[in-house]
């Protein structure tokens, strides 16, 4: 079975670097439109950025670009986000997730889900 494990979340002040991982096991990661999302206490699950499993276009959210890179390396089966000059309003909790479609941002269409990395960003 697909199995979704992400790492690398923690405290950090504002300006600083986080680079987020998550590892696949049960299938290959570029089998996979791959995404990470983040929640926040009290808001609804938004994408932040993700990897078209036919294209291998990135996409990110309109308030991520230019400071978030995804990655994806198939050797090792995983996905990364590289995420420069946090903010407070990132604080939240992360989810690496895969779905079978084709595209998507839409977390409705991701069929796959880790249990999250924690990300709080102090000011």
């Known amino acids: 079975q697909v199995k979704l494990v992400e790492s690398g979340g923690g405290l950090v002040q504002t300006g600083a670097s986080l680079t987020l991982s998550c590892a696949v096991s049960?299938?290959?990661?570029?089998?996979?439109?791959m995404g990470w999302f983040r929640q926040a206490p009290g808001k609804e699950r938004e994408f932040v950025a993700g990897?078209?499993?036919?294209?291998?276009?990135?996409n990110y959210a309109d308030a991520v670009k230019g400071r978030f890179t995804f990655s994806r390396d198939n050797v090792k089966n995983t996905i990364q986000l590289q995420m420069n000059g946090l903010k407070p309003e990132a604080t939240a909790k992360y989810y690496c997730?895969?779905?079978?479609?084709?595209?998507?941002?839409?977390?409705?269409?991701?069929?796959?889900w880790g249990q999250g990395t924690q990300v709080t960003v102090s000011s």
């Open positions: 997730a895969a779905s079978i479609r084709a595209y998507g941002s839409s977390s409705q269409y991701f069929n796959y």
């Open positions: 990897i078209d499993r036919i294209t291998d276009t990135t």
């Open positions: 049960g299938q290959t990661v570029s089998a996979f439109t």
